[in-house]
């Protein structure tokens, strides 16, 4: 299935590059400061854009090291021990060779079982939670075991743990008994909800740079000062709902944890990863953090029109620093059955070159 993930910008990547070919045709370096899936990051290295990305979860940093740091399958060079006596085809590829061994490892009733399927125990909830089957929870379990056991035994390198993590997290989400987000899960499992977990392959591209890409992973107004491009784009939350909340469990599989299942829904503690453009407060102080101390003059910024600051507001602040225009995009809405909000919103980006 791939990405569900609020607000991913995939759709708008032609319109996003073509805003940056007409910004500057010279563009060189494009600083994506907050960049959720990555597969923005991924548009822009294959129209031969040298790229700068970041974001402050820790699976984005993961699919960032695909999308831009991968162009073919790692080696996998120490896999062999491991694999030889897992009648395992020799003739496959070694990435091919370590997803069929995580496929069959023997499930495990762990952390995912318990806080996460409904045959679990869970600490904090009144309930069982059902966002996994009890068989794709154990089977959760004893892969992000395994992957963990193969980076401490140094089996394997850090771009290859990156990799498998990416990749564990793409195929849990596919199976995932939600509706978007991991806010909470549906009542009932849904077919989906039901297929078996599997590792599948990612794809890799060799299109445009392959080469000169930085991935970090931090708050963007503390990671701005750091980086330097030609174009800087900025694809902010727009409303109250925070992003470390709303995807913890797949923060929970990036950063290898088991952090304390918070009530019904089962949070993660996620307020080291708080986001003040949540905040009508303190949306502003982000922005000009962000704007003052970049190596950067020129700004693409995505907005909405649901956003907590109106667009005209947003306009008024940002030409403090300079010279600001923006292009409407009309684009289709996510709607839920008694939504009674038109079907289209209006998209903005905003081009603000710095004085």
């Known amino acids: 299935m791939g990405y569900r993930y609020i607000g991913s910008k995939d759709k708008l ?22 960049a959720g899936t990555g597969l923005l990051s991924l548009a822009l290295r294959e129209n031969n854009f040298k790229v ?26 120490k896999i062999s ?4 006596n897992q009648n395992l085809d020799n003739k496959k590829s070694n990435y091919t060779l370590i997803l069929d061994y995580l496929n069959n490892v023997k499930p495990i009733k762990g952390y995912f ?8 125990n869970p600490i904090n909830a009144t309930k069982p939670r059902k966002y996994y089957t009890a068989e794709n929870a154990a089977k959760i379990d004893a892969i992000r075991k395994e992957i963990k056991s193969l980076k401490k035994r140094n089996l394997i390198t850090d771009i290859e743990h990156s990799l498998l993590l990416h990749d564990l997290i793409m195929a849990s989400n596919d199976i995932a008994n939600i509706a978007g987000t991991y806010g909470h899960y549906l009542s009932k499992f849904v077919k989906r909800a039901e297929s078996p977990m599997l590792l599948y392959q990612s794809k890799f591209s060799n299109l445009g740079q392959t080469e000169g890409h930085q991935v970090f992973k931090g708050y963007a107004e503390e990671i701005a000062p750091k980086l330097v491009g030609d174009i800087c784009y900025i694809d902010p939350p727009y409303i109250k709902r925070q992003y470390a909340a709303n995807y913890h469990i797949l923060e929970t599989l990036a950063r290898e944890d088991e952090p304390e299942a918070i009530g019904e829904s089962g949070l993660r503690p996620w307020r080291d990863q708080y986001s003040n453009f949540c905040s009508k407060v303190k ?10 101390s970049i190596n950067c003059q020129d700004f693409l910024i995505s907005y909405s ?3 907590l600051i109106p667009i005209s507001d947003l306009i008024l602040f940002l030409s403090n620093y300079g010279t600001v225009s ?15 909000k038109e079907s289209t ?7 603000l070159k710095k004085d």
């Open 81 to 84: 021990s491991i694999v030889k």
């Open 305 to 307: 029109e649901d956003g």
């Open 283 to 292: 949306i502003r102080d982000s922005f000009d953090k962000i704007i003052t």
């Open 52 to 77: 700068v990305a970041n974001d402050v979860m820790t699976y984005s940093y993961h699919h960032l090291h695909l999308h831009l740091l991968l162009s073919k399958a790692p080696d996998f060079n």
């Open 326 to 340: 923006k292009k409407n995009i009309e684009y289709k809405r996510f709607k839920s059955n008694n939504s009674k």
């Open 345 to 351: 919103l209006n998209e903005y980006l905003i081009h």
């Open 13 to 34: 990547s032609d319109i996003i590059i073509s805003e940056i070919h007409r910004i500057n045709n010279n563009t060189e370096t494009v600083i994506d400061l907050m």
């Open 113 to 120: 079982f318990n806080e996460f399927s409904p045959e679990g």
